[in-house]
Structures are given as C-alpha cells and as structure tokens.
C-alpha cells in the first residue's frame, strides 16, 4: 500500500529550487520529492565531511583551503562553474 503525503505552505524559494533540482535530475518535481524523501530517512548513518554535507545538493563544487596559517585567512574558491 502507498501512502500519500501533501505538503503545505512552503516557500516560494524551496518550491523553486526543488523545481531546478528535479529539472535537472531529468525527473518530475513529484519523483524528485520522493527521492529526497527516502534519501534523508533511509540512507544509513553514513559519516560525510563538512565540505561534503555543506555542499550537498548545492550543484556547486567548492574547493576550500584548508592549509593556512594563524594570521593567513582561509581562502574559498568556487569551482566548476
């Protein structure tokens, strides 16, 4: 049996970007929905790193220096775009 879920009153901006999202996938907003869905309460308790699950789902690759010194500022670069 499939069980149905509604979802209401969401941001503009979350409708917006689960739309670019499932564009993108190739999939109808609905199916990217489920995706989503069974990713956040099925995957198991893997372990990511911080770039990684800051950026996951961004569309962005972001390359972070992480090899600076006390007085040196951490640089940041965007990349793949």
Do not use: W, Y
Not at 34 to 52: F, K, P, Q, T, W
């Amino acid at each position: 049996m499939m069980t149905q879920l509604l979802v209401r009153n969401l941001e503009e901006g979350v409708v917006r970007r689960l739309k670019a999202r499932a564009r993108r996938h190739g999939v109808a907003m609905e199916e990217e929905h489920r995706r989503i869905l069974r990713e956040a309460c099925l995957r198991s308790r893997e372990r990511v790193g911080l770039i990684d699950f800051l950026c996951r789902g961004a569309g962005v690759a972001v390359e972070v220096d992480l090899e600076f010194g006390r007085s040196r500022k951490p640089e940041v670069r965007r990349t793949g775009f």
